[in-house]
């Protein structure tokens, strides 16, 4: 009895690390995930075959969507909320050398303390470094001042060259409206808790589903500082950049 628990527990411990592999391998190609591709990039130690019969079981849970007959598997919003509620953890805990080799090579880009006159440089790099829109709301003047419409158009026209035409305008007048609305909805934005991760469909700054949002308070609640970029944006990175940036406002 004791040994049949082990065995569950540790098959689903090792489905929860096949589930991440496959968001963070999707999130660097953009393809459908093979069960090789786990087996060779992702330190899982079992086979194809088990790691294909971990595929069906979480396709039969809902997590992962298969294209076609002879597709890898793709993340589905179920995956992205899974991926939404370890990414914080897994990173600052799991994570803790990459978090400080980021850290030291921003502190190497960015003054210790910054005057609020320097916020738009500040955002200029947060919104280079992530290739996103980088964004600050000052709760206390009601202002917001935002930076990188550039890197956020380049993105959008990278991952979508393949597209239609018509379907690459569109993409890029919801961004044109995201970034003019940005400041009317962000102040409606309500951050219960730090770092706040809203992915796909769940992100209210644009009508569509490619994209995500990460946003985090300063300690004296003055600011908050955000990323809207794609959904298949370095979430660990960009987080640990957030938090870097946000101690040095």
Known sequence: MIKKLLDFFEKEERKKLVLESVVEEYIKTGEPVSSKAICFNYEIFVSSATI???FLKLTQDGYLH????????????????FFRDNIV????????EEVRDLKESLNKKIRKSVKPEELEKLLEILAKESYSFGFCYLTDKGEVVKKGLKYV?????????EEKADDVLMTIKKIV??????????????????PLILIGKENPFIKDDDFSSLMTETLDKKYVLGILGPKRMSY???LVLLDTIAEMI
């Open 153 to 161: 158009f380049s993105r959008a026209l990278i991952d979508n060259y």
């Open 236 to 238: 660990d990175r960009n």
């Open 52 to 54: 294909r019969n971990d």
């Open 177 to 194: 409206e995201a970034w003019d609305n940005l400041d009317e909805k962000l102040k409606k934005i309500s951050i219960k808790k730090s």
């Open 89 to 96: 953890n897994a990173v600052f805990d799991g994570h803790k």
């Open 66 to 81: 298969k294209l076609y007959a002879s597709s890898g598997r793709v993340p589905t919003n179920k995956a992205w909320k």
